[in-house]
């Protein structure tokens, strides 16, 4: 019990510390959909809908799944994985087995990290990814500390908008799952994030008429990708960030999203 205990107040504290603070402002709002651990039907329907709208998603993969089955259902074979990146959707990064990043050991999560960067750059002829979700949502502060110098963002779960006092080490991220959907609130989500000019982060896993928990059905997920579309600018995760740097006075922030692949190379190395 001790422990547990011990275990959620690290998890706790690990989340109000922001480690790489920014203010986030992007004119008319920013809306970016993403798939977590790249169910199948993540490409097949979630991302056929996008595509319908004329956008695109980021999906967190773990390859060391890939092709198994869990409980979100059926999870994309690596073709399937090297197909999204083709049809000009991002593919970042969970921990190769999606390992939790709150039980594991520092050596464990870099070595889940690289084996699992190397593997997605194998799908997308060599290019690295710069963008991560932590498991489950999960981390503790020497996690998080050791993870974010390594990516151009880290997404968490704690819902709503990226704004002010954001944190590229634990974006935040609201959930569309079927069991608490509410279309209502998500409209008012969107309508806040284009009046603030901040970014909304969506993240499901899979997309089927009976979905697990955790994630939608198809009809669901369009009712948020076509009200988004018509009001804000929809964006992978990737694209977002290469906006605010785009528009950022800093030579710092501009290295740091202009070559994510190089950049990520390059900070895999640091303080191992």
């Not at 290019?127 to 503790?140: C, D, K």
């Not at 959930?175 to 909304?200: H, K, S, T």
């Not at 964006?235 to 950022?248: I, K, N, Y």
Request: aromatic share 8%; glycine share 10%.
């Amino acid at each position: 019990m001790a422990g547990s205990i011990a275990s959620h107040v690290a998890r706790r504290m690990g989340r109000l510390r922001r480690l790489r603070p920014i203010d986030i402002a992007v004119q008319g709002g920013a809306v970016s959909f993403s798939f977590d651990d790249f169910p199948k039907s993540a490409l097949a329907t979630g991302g056929a809908i996008l595509e319908k709208y004329g956008v695109r998603g980021t999906y967190y993969a773990a390859v060391g799944l890939a092709g198994t089955t869990g409980n979100v259902g059926p999870i994309a074979d690596r073709a399937e994985m090297r197909e999204a990146h083709q049809r000009g959707h991002e593919l970042a990064c969970h921990t190769y087995t999606h390992l939790d990043c709150s039980r594991a050991k520092a050596p464990a999560i870099l070595a889940e990290i690289r084996r699992n960067s190397d593997a997605l750059a194998e799908l997308t002829d060599g290019s690295m990814p710069g963008n991560f979700a932590y498991p489950f949502g999960r981390y503790v502060g020497a996690a998080k500390r050791l993870v974010a110098p390594r990516f151009d963002s880290c997404r968490g779960t704690a819902d709503g908008i990226n704004h002010r006092r954001a944190d590229l080490a634990d974006l935040r991220g609201t959930r569309i799952y079927a069991p608490q959907f509410d279309e209502n609130a998500v409209r008012r989500l969107i309508d806040r994030a284009c009046n603030e000019g901040g970014w909304v982060i969506f993240y499901t896993h899979d997309v089927t008429d009976s979905p697990s928990r955790f994630g939608c059905t198809p009809r669901q997920w369009e009712s948020v990708v076509a009200y988004a579309a018509e009001r804000a600018a929809v964006l992978p995760v990737c694209g977002v960030l290469a906006r605010l740097a785009a528009g950022s006075r800093s030579s710092e922030v501009d290295q740091r999203f202009c070559q994510p692949g190089e950049a990520f190379a390059n900070r895999l190395r640091v303080a191992e």
